[in-house]
C-alpha cells in the first residue's frame, strides 16, 4: 500500500544530541504539566501518559486526551492495546490532530495490561508487535516509536525484539533498563542498552533512574538520548538555554 506523505515528519538523525526526552507517566504527563516541562526546556521531546486504543476509538470523553497545545510539539501520543486494527483507527486521529508521532507501549508491567495481552506482553507476541507497528505505517504519515524493557526475564531476546521492530518501521526506539519480572525492582541495567545500540539503525533512548540533565549525559554512552521519568520537572532546565528556566 502506498503510504501518505509525512506532514510531521523529523529527520532523527538532524536532532540535536542528547535527545532528551520527558518519559510518558500515567496520571502525571498530562497536557498541564507537557506544558509546564516544555517552559524549562524547548528540545525536550514529550510523552503523553498512555492512553488504551479502544478507549479513543470509542470514548469521546478519551478523545479529550487528544487536545494540546502548540508549544507541546515536537511530543508524541503514547498508545497501548493489542490490535492492530484499533492501533491504525487511534493513529489516525492523532494524525488529523497534527501530532508528532504514536508511541506504542509494549514495557507496562501493571497486571490487568498484561492479562489483556497489552503493554508488556507484546514483548512475548513478536508477530503482533511488528504487525501493530506495520498497520500504524500503513495508515498514517506519523512518526512511529516502542518503548519496550530489556525484556520478560532477562535480556536474551532484546536484539532480535527490537531488530524486528525496526524491519516493520519504527523511527526511534525507548528502552527503560529492567525487565517485566523487575517492574520496579532493583536499579535500572544500562549495560544491555549500550550493546542494543550497535545492532540497530534507528536512535536508541536509554531511560531509567535518571536523576537530572547531567546524570543523562554520565549515562549516555553511545546512545542517542536519555529519557526522564520520576525525577522529571525542573530537571530538564540543563538542557537548552530557555527564557523559562530557574534555578530555584
Ligand atoms: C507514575 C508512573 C506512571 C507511568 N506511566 C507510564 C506510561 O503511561 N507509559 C510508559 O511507557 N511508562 C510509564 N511509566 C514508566 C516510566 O515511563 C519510566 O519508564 C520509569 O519510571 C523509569 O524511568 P525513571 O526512573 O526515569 O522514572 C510510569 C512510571 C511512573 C512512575
Same mark, same amino acid.
Given at each position: 500500500m502506498k503510504r501518505p506523505?509525512?506532514?510531521?515528519? @523529523?529527520?532523527?538523525?538532524?536532532?540535536?544530541?542528547? @535527545?532528551?526526552?520527558?518519559?510518558?507517566?500515567?496520571?502525571?504527563?498530562?497536557?498541564?504539566f507537557r506544558q509546564i516541562v516544555r517552559t524549562l526546556s524547548k528540545d525536550v521531546i514529550l510523552f503523553s501518559e498512555f492512553t488504551s486504543v479502544d478507549g479513543l476509538v470509542?470514548?469521546?470523553?478519551?478523545?479529550?486526551?487528544?487536545d494540546y497545545e502548540p508549544c507541546e510539539q515536537p511530543f508524541f501520543m503514547q498508545l497501548f492495546g493489542n490490535s492492530p486494527k484499533?492501533?491504525?483507527?487511534?493513529?489516525?486521529?492523532?494524525?488529523?490532530?497534527? @501530532?508528532?508521532?504514536?508511541d506504542?507501549?509494549?514495557?507496562?508491567?501493571?497486571?490487568?495490561?498484561?492479562?489483556?495481552?497489552?503493554?508488556?506482553?507484546?514483548?512475548?507476541?513478536?508477530?503482533?508487535?511488528?504487525? @501493530?507497528?506495520?498497520?500504524?505505517?500503513?495508515?498514517?504519515?506519523l512518526e512511529v516509536s516502542v518503548k519496550t524493557r530489556l525484556g520478560w526475564k532477562n535480556e536474551k531476546n532484546l536484539i532480535n525484539f527490537t531488530k524486528?521492530?525496526?524491519?516493520?518501521?519504527?523511527?526511534?526506539l525507548t528502552i527503560h533498563g529492567r525487565t517485566?519480572?523487575?517492574?520496579?525492582?532493583?536499579?535500572?541495567?544500562?549495560?544491555?542498552?549500550?550493546?542494543?545500540?550497535?545492532?540497530?539503525?534507528?536512535?536508541?533512548i536509554g531511560n531509567g533512574d535518571i536523576r537530572d540533565y547531567n546524570d543523562g549525559l554520565a549515562h549516555l554512552g553511545n546512545l542517542d538520548g536519555f529519557m526522564i521519568g520520576?525525577?522529571?520537572?525542573?530537571?530538564f532546565s540543563g538542557s537548552t538555554e530557555s527564557p523559562g528556566a530557574h534555578s530555584s
Open positions: 506523505s509525512p506532514n510531521h515528519a @523529523i529527520s532523527w538523525s538532524e536532532v540535536k544530541r542528547p @535527545i532528551v526526552c520527558l518519559a510518558p507517566m500515567d496520571g502525571v504527563t498530562n497536557s498541564a470509542r470514548s469521546e470523553h478519551v478523545r479529550l486526551r487528544l484499533m492501533f491504525a483507527e487511534a493513529a489516525r486521529m492523532v494524525a488529523d490532530r497534527g @501530532i508528532l508521532g504514536v506504542i507501549n509494549m514495557g507496562c508491567p501493571a497486571k490487568k495490561i498484561v492479562h489483556s495481552q497489552h503493554g508488556s506482553a507484546l514483548m512475548q507476541d513478536v508477530d503482533t508487535a511488528c504487525r @501493530i507497528v506495520e498497520s500504524i505505517r500503513e495508515a498514517c504519515p524486528s521492530l525496526e524491519s516493520a518501521g519504527i523511527s526511534m517485566y519480572n523487575q517492574a520496579f525492582k532493583g536499579d535500572a541495567d544500562w549495560g544491555p542498552i549500550h550493546e542494543l545500540k550497535s545492532h540497530l539503525k534507528i536512535p536508541v520520576r525525577e522529571a520537572g525542573g530537571v
